[in-house]
């Protein structure tokens, strides 16, 4: 589960699905509208095509 004080990523942040593969990579599209939720989701849409809704405890971003 996130930190709750840890924002939610940026639209465009890059990220990885590390239940797929750290070579498998994303690209945040859209948060879920209820930011209240204990683990929020996120849209990614992938870099081998597609999108789907992610938990964000899921994913591994990009640190800039």
Do not use: H, K
Request: hydrophobic residues 40%.
């Amino acid at each position: 589960m996130p930190d709750p004080t840890t924002p939610l990523p940026a639209i465009g942040a890059r990220c990885w699905r590390d239940q797929i593969s750290p070579e498998t990579g994303a690209t945040v599209i859209n948060l879920a509208a209820d930011s209240s939720d204990a683990d929020p989701m996120v849209e990614l849409t992938y870099v081998e095509g597609g999108s789907g809704w992610w938990p964000l405890s899921t994913l591994v971003f990009e640190q800039s």
